[in-house]
């Protein structure tokens, strides 16, 4: 008996992070995977004449006949279902990852098998939530017939394929995509496993891009600070930026026993848990680096790619070559647990000398009005402390993911030695020497461009 093939555009689906789902309320993740089948995938499947051949748990496979059909069902199921989504608490969202590619398969009664199969099945595994990840093969079928925006992602190795496969990602939202200007800030919380509550948001559309916490953040504050907001609004405008406040920093909990490079591992873990998030990219900013790294070399499956600016290995304590340089540094922590926020001009001059020499008048009063807003003194204090005491450096060389280090020649608050030291440790990081002094990326600073530039051809593999 001869086999029977036939060429079929096949696509793939799963939900992201269904066991955690169930884990979370295995009732409601049951009915409401039974409920997303019901009223999105099937009558999507009817709609775009494709054929559902078999469902494996949370995931299931569709046949079609044209890649046409394949990619606007696709779309269509990835819209209703982020749609849904939207209006279900983040750590209950039911959201999917989708793959398609077009090719030979080998028909077995109902089911279908072979490399048409495998390699769709293969391509949703590296879809980021939300979006559609095609091959080469569907991309020539639907360019210039179907209005998307399609990011290549390069030759992608797949598990069990022999041969690499060039993948894009089309993003469903992409189109619908509201100006970060004319978005609303929508705070939510969730605990630490210690009880700490920890607020974050996430605005913007695209794939997801995490910001690890750091000292003086505050998620209001810093989205009106006109020297922040340019930042976050332009990454904002590319991906879905999530954001979060540290410990006793901004809108979490000020009163907290434990400050430590632990704990704010295990923040930033239920911070992606809340947000329903599985795979990322991490992007940290000073402190945030360690945490960053930290987090990457403890749960490698879930971080996609590491973007680490004005950060460090070992904090100034730990690098200090002798103990001059340790006092000087010890100093600087004494001035702040007894000076912070303070309207005193000496004490604003000697901090904005730091993280943004030459700084407006104007920015010197913002400066001091967020030291105020984000923290008190004796946490300011602890935080300083235990960053000043971070080592990190036996991390580094376990870190798996592409890793882009971006750091200031002229940084005053972390030198650029500190950033190349970085680098270097971390396998095939790529090390980015950028103009200026000021320590925050700033609005106004050319070379802040220059920074949002590099984050966007780093994570869109261009």
């Given amino acids: 008996m001869s086999t029977v093939r036939r060429l079929a555009a096949i696509l793939a689906a799963d939900v992201v992070g269904y066991s955690r789902l169930v884990g979370i309320d295995e009732t409601g993740a049951l009915a409401g995977l039974a409920d997303l089948r019901r009223s999105i995938i099937e009558p999507s499947v009817d709609a775009h ?49 989708i793959g398609i590619h077009v090719g030979d398969v080998i028909v077995e009664g109902e089911d279908l098998l072979g490399d048409g199969v495998n390699i769709a099945a293969r391509l949703e595994g590296i879809a980021e939530p939300g979006t559609v990840c095609i091959s080469r093969q569907v991309y020539d079928q639907i360019e210039g017939k179907l209005p998307l925006v399609c990011r290549s992602l390069g030759p992608m190795r797949l ?18 995509a509201i100006e970060p200007d004319e978005m609303e800030l929508n705070v939510n919380y969730c605990r630490a496993p210690d009880g700490v509550r920890l607020a974050y948001a996430i605005m913007g559309s695209g794939s997801p891009l995490v910001k690890t916490a750091n000292w003086m953040n505050h998620l209001e504050f810093d989205w009106q600070n006109p020297d922040l907001h340019h930042l976050y609004t332009s990454l904002a405008r590319d991906f879905t930026l999530l954001r979060y406040d540290a410990r006793g920093n901004g809108l979490s909990d000020w009163d907290v026993e434990d ?31 360690a945490i960053s790294v930290a987090f990457a070399v403890r749960h490698p499956e879930r971080v ?52 943004m020499p030459g700084g407006t008048p ?50 005053q608050v972390q030198p650029f030695e500190a950033g190349r030291e970085l680098a270097l440790g971390i396998p095939g990081a790529r090390f980015v020497a950028l103009p200026g002094q000021n320590h925050m990326p700033l609005s106004q600073d050319p070379e802040t461009e220059r920074m949002l530039e590099e984050i966007r051809l780093f994570l869109k593999g261009r």
């Fill in 49 to 97: 004449s494709g054929r559902l051949f078999k469902i494996m748990g949370d995931g299931f496979l569709v046949e079609f006949a044209s890649a046409v059909q394949a990619a606007n069902c696709g779309i269509a199921i990835q819209k209703q279902t982020e749609a849904m989504a939207s209006a279900v608490d983040a750590a209950r969202r039911m959201r999917l990852r």
């Fill in 159 to 176: 598990k069990n394929i022999s041969k690499s496969v060039d993948a894009y990602a089309i993003d469903p939202a992409a189109g619908d």
């Fill in 259 to 289: 400050i430590s490079l632990d704990a704010w591992v295990r923040d930033l873990e239920a911070v992606v848990d809340a947000a329903g998030l599985d795979r990322f990219p991490l992007l940290g900013l000073s402190q945030g680096c």
């Fill in 304 to 355: 996609t790619h590491l973007v680490l600016y004005g950060g460090f290995a070992r904090g100034n304590y730990r690098r200090a070559k002798n103990d001059s340089e340790l006092q000087q540094a010890k100093a600087l922590a004494t001035l702040i647990r007894t000076g912070w926020g303070s309207e005193s001009p000496v004490f604003r001059q000697l901090f904005s000398s730091l993280f």
């Fill in 362 to 411: 104007e920015q010197l009063q913002r400066f001091a009005e967020r030291q105020r807003k984000t923290t008190t003194a004796e946490c300011a204090y602890r935080f300083f402390e235990t960053t000043r005491s971070l080592d990190i450096s036996e991390l580094l060389s376990r870190v798996s993911v592409p890793t882009l280090v971006m750091h200031k020649r002229d940084d």
